[in-house]
């Protein structure tokens, strides 16, 4: 089942997660502020996305729709478990974990100026994995709400 496009980001009075859709309205689920979004047509038609509504950013990287956290706790799990199981076999159950998941969820969209997330959009050819180099051109990671 595809999941309806879904823009999250940044609440610009609380800092926590916000999220918007094709209307171009975004609202925070915690603090009620309303924030409008300017779409553009590529973004609007839920074709690929090509800039942010929030920054106008045009450079974006793709990843997993994985939270990171519970990604670094399988792997702690699998390591602490790893002296206490045979042949590392806990290891190797983590990892089979990790790719299993790799392969079953979808990716997102992410803006490396803004820290946006865009969800349900087809995929934009011209964004490619995180990219540490263009980062690190728009100063320390942020994340929705984070």
């Given amino acids: 089942m595809k999941r309806p496009p879904e823009i999250a980001f940044t609440c610009p009075a609380c800092g926590r997660e916000a999220a918007g859709g094709l209307d171009g309205q975004g609202r925070c ?6 924030t ?11 074709g690929a996305v090509d800039r942010c509504p929030r920054c ?18 399988v792997v ?3 390591a602490a478990l790893a002296p206490f ?5 806990s290891l190797f159950v983590a990892a089979a974990v990790d790719a299993a998941l790799y392969l ?3 990716e997102i969209t992410i803006c490396y ?8 959009f087809a995929p934009n050819p011209r964004h490619q994995a995180f990219d540490l180099h263009i980062a690190e051109q728009y100063g320390p990671p942020r994340a929705p709400g984070g």
């Fill in 56 to 73: 106008q950013g045009e450079q974006m990287y793709v990843q997993r729709d994985f939270n990171q956290k519970a990604g670094l706790a």
């Fill in 85 to 89: 199981t045979p042949y590392y076999s």
């Fill in 36 to 46: 409008s979004l300017d779409l553009s047509d590529a973004v609007r038609s839920a």
């Fill in 29 to 34: 689920a915690r603090c009620g502020v309303s």
């Fill in 76 to 78: 702690v799990v699998g």
């Fill in 104 to 106: 079953l969820l979808p």
């Fill in 113 to 120: 100026r803004c820290g946006t997330h865009f969800r349900g």
